[in-house]
């Protein structure tokens, strides 16, 4: 059987007329982590509890309101973001205007291209069946960074959460991070210097025929497929089985291999990863260059979800050989100061 029986290139899709022009290149200022204590001192004694909620990834953050953070206690949860991944809170008190002016600190405000309000995207619920390509959420259901097919895809991006189902619902989050760590050295040799094609084209197509909102014409971008973090200097895999159609060195067969593989590494990590399950208030705060997720659809009343996103532009992605795994930190610096399991939280 075969899996598309129809192209999508329909008379709507030919005839669109893009509002907006192409994305430009930008430089965002210095990345907040940067300017962050290490010890985190500030956060810290802010919270009431640290809790890790698995190794690689994912800490939540209780007894804390985001509101009340100030400049200094922002940097460093912008560096708890990226050596964790997600840090999550429940119980919120942020607004829509609160979150707005709270993601500014962070870098110049991000716009997906399917964003109609220039501040946020609105994040409903999806129903259907996560294993149907016939899904008009489909695409979404399957791991993704955050539109990666831009020049500068988001760093820190929230999603607060208006309301959730009682059930249902949650989001998976995975490290890229120790995705790439677990490869061989072998592969990940082999990986070091290759580029991805992310494309929003399918994207693009769907939110038209669905009758979607959408402002600017697809675009395909290489991207390397490992990049480093400009503030951990770890190396992480940057791929995107959302996005990315092919391997920009590989030929046709080897690259559709290639992908195989990094489809199935990346779905069968189940120690790298995160579920979070939602409430109304809850927050998450992830790295979207370094964390991969994906929303479970389906099982719940899709109307009893609705999230507000928000994000800033990340620096254009860039592999550093001098960049280190995880592992290679790990051994310089001792596994009790290993970034995902506690960094800077001595004392708690
Ligand atoms: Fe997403």
């Keep these: 059987m075969p899996i598309a029986t129809h192209t999508g290139l329909t008379e709507k899709v030919f005839s ?101 309000d220039p501040r946020h995207v609105t994040i409903l619920g999806r129903g259907g ?8 959420s489909g695409a979404f259901a399957e791991y993704h960074s955050d539109h990666s097919f831009e020049i500068n895809p988001p760093s820190y991006t929230m999603l607060r959460m208006v309301k959730s189902p009682e059930y249902g619902g949650d989001t998976i989050f995975t490290s890229q991070t120790a995705l790439f760590d677990k490869l061989s050295p072998t592969f990940q040799k082999t990986f070091e210097g290759l580029h991805a094609v992310h494309s929003s084209e399918n994207v693009f197509i769907n939110t038209i025929n669905s009758g979607g909102t959408t402002f600017r014409l ?33 030929k046709a067969s080897e690259s559709f291999h290639t992908l195989n593989f990094l489809r199935d590494h990346l779905h069968s990590a189940d120690d790298l990863t995160v ?33 507000k996103r928000t994000a800033v532009y990340g620096e254009r992605p860039y592999w550093d050989p001098n960049g280190k795994t995880l592992s290679e930190w790990q051994a310089e610096n001792g596994p009790d100061e290993a970034p995902v399991v506690k960094l800077g939280l001595d004392g708690f």
């Design 16 to 116: 669109f007329k893009p509002i907006d022009p192409p994305v430009e290149e930008i430089q965002p200022p210095p990345d907040r982590a940067l300017f962050a204590d290490p010890r985190k001192s500030a956060l810290l004694a802010a919270v009431t509890k640290v809790k890790h909620l698995t190794p690689y990834i994912g800490t939540e953050l209780q007894g804390v309101q985001l509101s009340r953070l100030d400049e200094k206690q922002r940097d460093e949860l912008a560096l708890l973001v990226a050596e964790r991944g997600v840090v999550f809170f429940r119980d919120q008190d942020l607004t829509i205007e609160g979150q707005h002016e709270f993601t500014k600190h962070f870098g110049i405000q991000d716009r997906d291209p399917n964003q109609v």
């Design 129 to 136: 069946d996560i294993r149907s390509f016939q899904n008009a």
């Design 218 to 250: 697809p675009v395909r971008r290489e991207h390397p497929l490992i990049r480093t973090h400009p503030v951990t200097s770890l190396k992480a895999l940057f791929y995107n089985p959302a996005f990315v159609v092919n391997i920009a060195e590989l």
């Design 275 to 307: 579920r979070w399950h939602w409430e109304a208030g809850s927050v998450a705060f992830w790295d979207n260059r370094v964390v991969i997720h994906r929303a479970i659809p389906g099982g719940y009343n899709t109307e009893e979800r609705e999230g």
